[in-house]
């Protein structure tokens, strides 16, 4: 049985909120989102004629502060898709806790088929369509998947263009010559490692020389793995859209990583970059990436890799979700049940939202901190709230996925008794 992502959020949600025994009325609001707009986007395509995307934004809840999430780019975007992805949004910033509330946007296309030149023009009509809804006090966008600094800045000045003043603090995940922060590039991927770290610790274990599997190569894969390769662990298998590839001792990380970055350059339309074609590795069947002999496997691509089917297949004894939604619920179960410890996307990822808070914060303060200081501050929060997540998660005797919603409740909870309810 599949489920789409916005009954798997909810299904989470659910079982949490049985758990922790949740009052069933804030439940009833947190089961749905605040706002989910969609829109038409018109753009004129390098041969001419005009083409019209569809997008959306979910705002799907402010209790705790301005909206956060992400924009993708990718043929798979759904209504149901981004709608599991803000409430994502909205667990993690509680979980981390900082000031934000959660979102996500997404808009149909294949950004590999598409000129930079429309990219651009997609990007700039998207960010005009949603232009009351955005704000550095209102809602602020970040990259996602097939989304990057380029695009954050297209939608900066966008924003700026009819502000009619430069507004840094609409977008996280820019540049740093336009406002971007020290190490946002590398957060999502460094705090997957830290996160992982802290999680082995807590078990009396740590990553010197343990086996990991990274599937996905993009922003957060690649990252991960040259920080799991730092620590003394041994990425031994890469998977992406073109490919699978294995060294037993371990892969040449930053080869690979320059790699793929040398296609991403040439940007030929309807290529996509990949690990494919890498020298001197083994290259393996899609399937047979999921049973490979490792200590830790890192899913840092997309939703539903982790299924009924091969959860059951898996030697690892970590999963450590750099992607959000990347196991289903009937996965979930079944490594619980087989003792495979699950450290789940709204803590294992949240290292990419928390340096945006940071750049968030830089901005308003119009004042940048230096790279240690901002990776010092992303790990002392990470770390935190991976032992809080722990705790959690043993208090209730329950899995880390719970124990972490269990938390990210709680915060929103107090902050509803708080406020109460309009009128
Ligand atoms: N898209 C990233 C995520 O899923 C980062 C969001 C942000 O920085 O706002 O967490």
Redo the contacts with the bound molecule.
Sequence with gaps: MSHDPATVARMQLEKAARVMNLDPDLLEILRRPKRMVEVSIPVRMDDGRIRVFKGFRCQYNDFRGPF???IRFSPDVTKEEVEA?AA??TW?CAVVDIPFGGAKGGVICNPFELSENELQRLTRRFTYELMPLLGPDID?????MYTGEKTMAWIMDTYSVFKGHSEPGVV??KSRIIGGSEGRREA?GRGVVVVADEILRLRGDSLEGKRVAVQGFGNVGSFAALYLEELGARVVAVQDLTGTVYRTEGLPIQELVDYVAEQKKQHEIGKIPGVKGFANVETLDADAFWSLDVDILVPAAMENQITQDNAPLLRARYVVEGA?GPTTPEADEILFKRGVMVVPDILA??G??LV?YLEWVQDRMGYYWELEEVFGRMERKLRKAARDVYTKAQEYQTDLRTGAYILALERVAEVFYERELFP
């Design positions: 956060k999430g992400g992805l994502w949004m993690k602020i966008p970040a990259p996602d996280t995940g999502t959000n990822n949240a990419g939202v945006s």
